[in-house]
């Protein structure tokens, strides 16, 4: 059974950058996509960028676009995601999400393997 770690989260100012860190354990099927959520406090998690181990084509929920870019190194079994431009409504808690399929889906309940999360602050 496939476990995600994740790190990399922390504080930073705005228009600054982080880069998280997903590591899988386990074995990894090429029929894997791997997504990054995030949750504010008192909010719904939402669904912010996905990658598709077999070809990497990726999704982005369009409030990250331009600013953030998820990658995959298939060797390290690690999943990125390079934050640039940070803004103070980045600030959550983000959740690195696994799921068997081919699909870039953006739904939070199609994913069944989740780590424990990291946070990010963003000061203005």
């Known amino acids: 059974q496939v476990q995600l770690v994740e790190s990399g989260g922390g504080l930073v100012q705005a228009g600054g950058s982080l880069r998280l860190s997903c590591v899988a354990s386990g074995r990894i099927f090429s029929n894997v996509v791997t997504g990054w959520f995030r949750q504010a406090p008192g909010k719904e998690r939402e669904f912010v960028a996905a990658i598709r181990w077999s070809d990497g084509n990726t999704r982005y929920v369009d409030s990250v676009k331009g600013r953030f870019t998820i990658s995959r190194d298939n060797a390290k079994k690690t999943v990125y995601l390079q934050m640039n431009a940070l803004k103070p409504e980045d600030t959550a808690v983000y959740y690195c999400?696994?799921?068997?399929?081919?699909?870039?889906?953006?739904?939070?309940?199609?994913?069944?393997?989740w780590g424990q999360g990291t946070q990010v602050t963003v000061s203005s």
């Open positions: 999400a696994a799921r068997l399929g081919v699909v870039l889906t953006t739904t939070r309940t199609m994913y069944d393997t």
